[in-house]
């Protein structure tokens, strides 16, 4: 059972952190945007997360976690089978001698809390999440991303091994899915397929470095590539110049953008995915993980009337993201926001964004001279 709208109204209103009238044009707004009351409040910047997972929690008197602080062995956290994770909403995150130590946003769920005690035969300690916590943390069940490939091969292999001719045979199919899945899952900022002398070669790039997932038989690559170019409406009869595109993809969680860069190498084409999920655009800074002083020199900095920020870091370390979730606080109607980016990674509304186009000539050179006629308050750089 999730947090009813009236407490989290007791809860809101008693600490003073709203109006009566303020939650009311909330509930209008969480409802016209298909959202709890809950998310509403976190995207629209009235309350953080963390500050509204203690409230919450402390008006069930229990004590709160915050799981992105915590490591969690792959052994405690499947004590709760994963569809039991996800459909129940708890994560199991510590384990003691006499005693397991689980996380929810659904504390009144006395009967998970009971099927948990005669499964472990030891007592449970509930502690108080959110559901943003427990979304984060039920991708620690992604199985190992090796494994997974290894398990779709040996089912398909046979069929592989004799449909060598069309593009959309099944397997061909279900192994870009799990590239896709797992990249997600895993975190993954970028997906590289690259044909090597012997096999095609599949890495991710993980907190800004690539590593190594899967050596697939090399002549699945081929077929991989005809796959994505016909997923990112590419030519596929093109092979010996580059080629860009996009793929807009649903899964069960998240709803993914995929920019697709293909360009022939030695031994054929290599292909890069830019794995872009629609719910980082509306991170904050508190979600992205800045705490305490870093945080406080972040928002001093961009509070300031003049001056600049400079991000900096490897592929995939989150500096686009982080300029984004910067921009997300100081977006009003009362400043002028204008971004020049190559390419525009999300669409951000109430802020006009430039996408670079040198065959246009519109560079950045070009693009900056335009937006200082603009009468512009805030220039983001995305480059």
Do not use: C, W
């Not at 409230?55 to 969690?72: E, F, G, H, M, T």
């Not at 899945?181 to 070669?201: C, G, Q």
């Amino acid at each position: 059972m999730q947090i009813t709208d009236e407490i989290l109204k007791t809860i809101l209103l008693d600490t003073q952190l709203i109006s009566d009238k303020q939650f009311e044009l909330a509930i209008t707004s969480a409802k016209a945007q298909g959202t709890t009351l809950h998310h509403y409040f976190v995207d629209s910047n009235t309350i953080k997360d963390t500050d509204l997972g203690q409230l919450v929690a402390n008006y069930y008197k229990l004590p709160y976690i915050d799981l992105s602080r915590v490591a969690i062995t792959e052994k405690v956290l499947r004590i709760i089978p994963e569809d039991t994770a996800r459909k129940r909403k708890f994560i199991s995150y510590l384990e003691e001698k006499d005693a397991l130590h689980v996380a929810t946003p659904s504390p009144e769920d006395v009967e998970m809390i009971s099927f948990l005690e005669k499964k472990v035969n030891k007592k449970i300690v509930v502690h108080y999440t959110t559901e943003r916590n427990i979304k984060d943390a039920l991708n620690g069940y992604a199985k190992n991303v090796t494994l997974a490939f290894e398990d779709i091969l040996a089912e398909n292999i046979k069929q592989i091994k004799n449909s060598f001719t069309g593009t959309s045979e099944p397997p061909i199919i279900k192994i870009v899915d799990t590239i896709i899945e797992y990249a997600f899952k895993n975190k993954a900022s970028d997906v590289h397929l690259e044909p090597v002398d012997t096999y095609s070669l599949l890495r991710f790039r993980i907190d800004g470095l690539l590593k190594d997932i899967v050596k697939l038989p090399k002549e699945l690559h081929d077929r991989l590539v005809t796959r994505i170019k016909v997923m990112s409406d590419l030519r596929t009869d093109i092979r010996q110049a580059p080629q860009d595109g996009k793929i807009h993809i649903k899964l069960t969680e998240e709803t993914l953008n995929l920019r697709v860069s293909i360009v022939p190498v030695l031994g054929g084409e290599k292909v890069v995915l830019r794995v872009l999920a629609e719910k980082n655009k509306g991170l904050g800074l508190v979600e992205l993980g800045f705490r305490d002083e870093s945080l406080k020199r972040i928002e001093e900095s961009y509070r300031k009337p003049y001056g600049m920020i400079l991000t900096t870091g490897p592929t995939g370390s989150g500096k686009t993201t982080t300029l984004y979730a910067i921009l997300k606080e100081i977006n009003t109607r009362e400043i002028n926001i204008m971004t020049i980016e190559n390419p525009v990674e999300y669409e951000i509304e109430g802020i006009s964004q430039i996408q670079v186009n040198p065959k246009a000539g519109l560079t950045f050179a070009t693009g900056l001279r335009s937006i200082v006629r603009q009468d512009p308050d805030v220039v983001l750089v995305g480059e």
